[in-house]
């Protein structure tokens, strides 16, 4: 005879449903509110271009810069850390390429080599500073965005004479790294930095998810004396994310400057507010210890269909920043909702 079990099953070992499992991923609100986004533009769309490939080329050329360094700001938001002069080191990059090519005579890409070299160690200096002083990092970055900003202005003035750096297209190896950096492809004209953010986002969202530093990241965001005790390299961590952020920016700086062919001494400034609100939109904890990679990139779309959306259904686009700033409200508040009720599903 056959015995069967009457032992019942432990809650805390039943499967998830599908339902729950998506709710608990950081960035499933702002997916669904980059489909709402998207419905509306395209509904309200006066030119028709909107949902075209030369409208998504329009889109997706706002959202992509913003979007390679809003990446970045995310893991460093994650790992529970800000950085609030990663906007104003996308001018200070381009300022310096732009200098040494046609004050100093070097070749592009040498200028680019030293341009992420600084980068690296600003956010060297940056996260060493916030690690040995154990001061907030807003506070720590905010300094160095007003170090960065003055120097950018007082410093273009001094060599050049103006606000601006030009006539990097001059310079040896200018059409090669264009090409690399601040090309475009396809009939409809997309920007070769569509390519790099796609890139960028499946190379971070595999650190965070399958390797070591990813769990690292989520642990020192998370508690950071726990992770500490657990033998987690806290400080290195922090340190390596600050250099990755910086480096993003200059990423950014490196593309704009090519691209445009010079630089304004206020290029970048007020942009890491942008990076932040994608970060956050896409599901990025403020206080640390969850988001994604992917949530970010969705973010920095949603600001992207904005900005091309809003001219496209010819509303006032004096109203953009107040729709970001909407934008994000619900969207944090939507995250948390949809975090607290997946939480409260069975696991």
Known sequence: ?????????????????????ALRRPEFGAFLGAIAIFILFASTDTTGNFAALGGIAGWTDIAAPIGIVGIAVALLMIGGEFDLSSGVLVGTTGLLIGMLVTNVGLDIWSSIAIALVFA????????????????PSFIVTLATFFVLKGAN??????????VRVTGTEKAVGFDSAQALFASKFGAEGFQISLVWWL??????????????????IFAVGGDANAARNAGVPVEKTKIWL?????????????????????????????QEFYYIIAAAVGGTLLTGGAGSAIGASIGALIMGMAYIGIPFSRWDSDWTAT?????????????????????????
């Open 120 to 135: 690296a160690g600003i956010g060297f200096i940056n996260g060493y500073v916030v690690i040995k002083t154990k001061l």
């Open 323 to 347: 729709f970001l700033g909407i934008i994000l409200f619900t969207a944090v508040m939507i995250n948390t909702y949809i975090g607290r009720k997946a939480k409260g599903g069975k696991k």
């Open 153 to 162: 202005m007082a410093f273009t003035k001094f060599v050049t004479g103006s």
């Open 242 to 270: 600050f250099v990755i952020t910086s480096l993003s920016a200059a990423l950014v700086g490196i593309m704009f400057v090519l691209r445009l062919k010079g630089m304004q001494a206020g290029q970048g400034v007020g």
């Open 199 to 216: 890139v960028i986002t499946l190379i971070a969202t595999f650190v965070l998810t399958r390797t070591r530093f990813g769990n690292w």
């Open 1 to 21: 005879m056959t015995t069967v079990s009457t032992t019942p099953k432990d809650e805390r070992v039943k499967n998830a449903g599908l339902l729950v499992k």
